[in-house]
């Protein structure tokens, strides 16, 4: 019961920030509820699973999700994901308490930064791989773009599935920074695309922690539905009020859970 | 057939998904109820980390283990239908990559489903 509500409140705070609800989650888990980090994990990666696929019909009403670049990269992040999962057996857990704490810290600076779309022309890699497409600009005309640096975005993919197989979140952040740093894709697009690919990544780390037996019903189950009402009450908050303010605050509330971990994890207490 | 937009295809995979986890939750919801209702004062311990039951981990198992009620299993059958949910969307998505005599995103995408079903079924 504790855990459901928990769960449902860690899920309210995802959606508002735009985290995502694994990343309240697994502190709260750990560091208030005692629960070992591999059970958190496992956990927070189904309620991943849930949040990424029951928001997908909605995005797809907005229309700006590319699913070429989508399953291009989906080949990085599962892969990664595989390898993050793989390297969770063998990371100490006070090691993957202090990288999850990093972690957090970068997607809470990442989620303050401005986004400034300069859109990509051309690129001849990128007519090879049929990505380019269009979105409705801000003078609502339908604007063609393409993206650059596919490599690179590739590479930092792969990175994005290792922390999402490890840490057990979506890394929205991370995946978000590949597309729109770094592939110069614009926000809406990769923002979009991004949420599709994570319900795939986890699910090839989820398997994985699922046969390895770290995946307990008894927390799995409370976790998945409370964060998943949790998230789909965040959502409609965030259409019909400025949440401005009440964003400030939760950033705030991560930034701590953040400085707990990474203390937690080096001083050996979780 | 006729073929198929991007977009059409998307919102077909939107209504896949959702109804995907619409499935699952109400599963393991069933599950959670069971649970509850029979280990309400038990207080679980996780703090000591001890790999879940055998059965609960093969799917050989797991399918029977729930139709008798077990709830635990049902939970666990739930979460593997969570689970099978974007897997479905990637099959989905080679498919209609198929229809549209796109070889190079059949290739890619059936290179992830490969990768996804290797990690369910194959992987330690």
Redesign the interface.
């Known amino acids: 019961m504790f855990t459901l509500g928990g769960s449902l409140l860690a899920g309210l705070l995802g959606s508002l920030t735009g985290l995502g609800g694994g990343v309240v989650l697994v502190p709260m888990l750990v560091l208030l509820f005692g629960v070992d980090i591999h059970y958190a994990i496992g956990a927070s990666l189904i309620s991943v699973i849930a949040t990424s696929s029951g928001s997908a019909a909605a995005y797809v009403r907005e229309g700006y999700s590319n699913i070429r670049i989508g399953m291009f990269l989906e080949v990085a992040t599962t892969l990664g994901a595989v390898g993050g999962a793989w390297l969770a057996t063998r990371t100490p857990t006070r090691g993957i308490a202090i990288v999850f704490g990093l972690v957090l810290l970068y997607s809470v600076y990442l989620s303050f930064q401005r986004h400034d779309d300069e859109v990509v022309a051309h690129n001849p890699w990128c007519d090879r791989l049929k990505m380019n497409s269009t979105f409705p600009g801000p003078d609502g005309n339908l604007q063609q773009y393409s993206v650059k640096h596919i490599s690179g975005g590739f590479g930092t993919m792969v990175g994005a599935g290792a922390l999402s197989g490890l840490l057990g979140i979506g890394s929205g952040a991370v995946k978000v920074l590949a597309m729109d740093h770094i592939m110069r894709i614009p926000f809406k697009v990769s923002t979009t695309t991004s949420n599709f690919m994570i319900g795939v990544t986890a699910a090839a780390s989820a398997g994985i922690y699922l046969r390895r037996g770290y995946i307990d019903p008894s927390l799995a189950a409370p976790v998945m539905i409370g964060v998943l009402v949790g998230s789909l009450i965040g959502a409609r908050l965030l259409v019909k009020s400025n949440v401005k303010s009440l964003r400030l605050v939760f950033s705030v509330v991560i930034f701590f859970l953040a400085i707990e971990m990474i203390y937690n994890g080096w001083v050996g207490k979780v | 057939m006729p073929r198929l937009n991007?977009?059409q295809?998307?919102?077909l995979?939107?209504?896949v998904?959702?109804y995907?986890?619409l499935l699952?939750?109400f599963v393991?919801?069933i599950?959670?109820v069971l649970?509850?209702a029979r280990?309400a004062t038990a207080i679980?311990n996780?703090?000591?980390?001890h790999?879940?039951?055998?059965s609960?981990?093969s799917m050989h198992q797991l399918v029977p283990e729930a139709f008798h009620g077990n709830?635990?299993?049902i939970?666990?059958l739930?979460?593997?239908l969570?689970?099978a949910?974007?897997?479905a969307?990637?099959a989905f998505?080679v498919g209609s990559f198929a229809l549209e005599h796109?070889r190079?995103?059949v290739v890619?995408?059936g290179?992830?489903l490969v990768?996804?079903l290797?990690?369910?079924?194959f992987?330690?």
Do not use: C, W
Request: proline share 3%; no cysteine.
């Open positions: 991007d977009k295809v998307e919102t995979i939107g209504q998904l959702r995907g986890v699952s939750s393991t919801a599950g959670l649970y509850l280990h679980p996780y703090h000591i980390f790999s879940v039951n055998a609960l981990r709830a635990m299993a939970i666990q739930g979460v593997l969570l689970i949910t974007p897997v969307r990637v998505l796109d190079l995103y890619v995408s290179l992830v990768i996804l290797g990690s369910i079924f992987a330690t």
